[in-house]
């Protein structure tokens, strides 16, 4: 059984961290034609605990047969389901410089069931231009376009100063999820996630690893 949407906001973030983990290693196994899987060695891959994998599964029902284990691929439908992902999830992205126009061009997004649908930039020079068969728009026709199509996720890649002005936009707008990546803390109202990608930071910390 399933548990309601809503009872999903209590599942701990490292436990949804690891269901999209699930969900790559799941595939790997399927690709190599296994058609079983225990939690041990689910567990070997992730370097967690078989406890910690039946407890993770535990929150959204219950999956597998005890002393058999998972089939591969009815348990990743069941994840991806759960995830949200076992549909086209539709992005856009606001600000194509460097790093958007890197997101843009990257095909992977597609094959793991991602989906740009709209570009805005502010630079009129970008406006128009096309990225990966996706035309830039103007971030002036943002609420326009916004209104007109199905976006579930907005990548931000703008400078830091630029960022909470185009959010609370974007919050007017009814987006409720976003993935930023400018270098600045945002705030939202409760309804709206938004998820931070600091790769200084993350790099800051291996670095720690290297004395
Ligand atoms: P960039 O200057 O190359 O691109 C920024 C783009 O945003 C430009 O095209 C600019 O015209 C556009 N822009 C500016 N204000 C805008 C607005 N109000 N509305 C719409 N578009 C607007 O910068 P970049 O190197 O691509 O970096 C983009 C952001 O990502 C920056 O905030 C940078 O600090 C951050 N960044 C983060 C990481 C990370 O790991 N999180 C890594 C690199 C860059």
Redesign the pocket.
């Known amino acids: 059984m399933e548990p309601e949407k809503n009872n999903l906001r209590y599942v701990p973030k490292s436990v949804i961290k690891r269901l999209a983990l699930y969900c790559r290693i799941l595939h790997r196994i399927e690709m190599d034609g296994l058609t079983r899987i225990s939690s041990k060695i689910l567990a070997q891959f992730l370097g967690i605990t078989p406890a910690q994998v039946r407890k993770d599964l535990a929150y959204f029902g219950q999956f597998g047969v005890p002393g058999f284990g998972y089939n591969p691929h009815d348990l990743r439908i069941h994840l991806k389901k759960i995830l949200g992902t076992d549909r086209i999830i539709n992005l856009a992205i606001?600000?194509?410089?460097?790093?958007?126009?890197a997101l843009l061009s990257y095909v992977g997004f597609k094959t793991q069931g991602f989906k740009f649908i709209a570009a805005?930039?502010?630079?009129q020079r970008?406006v128009g231009r096309k990225i990966n068969e996706l035309k830039v728009s103007s971030?002036n026709e943002l609420e326009k376009i916004l209104k007109d199509s199905d976006v579930d996720i907005v990548v931000l890649?703008?400078?830091?100063n630029?960022?909470q002005?185009?959010v609370d936009r974007l919050v007017k707008c009814n987006i409720t999820a976003i993935l930023n990546?400018?270098?600045i803390r945002i705030d939202v109202p409760s309804h709206v996630r938004i998820h931070?990608?600091?790769?200084?930071m993350e790099l800051e910390r291996l670095s720690f690893y290297l004395r």
Not at 157 to 160: C, E, F, L, R, S
């Open positions: 606001i600000g194509v410089g460097n790093l958007g126009k805005f930039d502010l630079d970008k971030i890649t703008v400078p830091a630029a960022a002005e185009v990546f400018a270098p931070s990608v600091d790769l200084a």
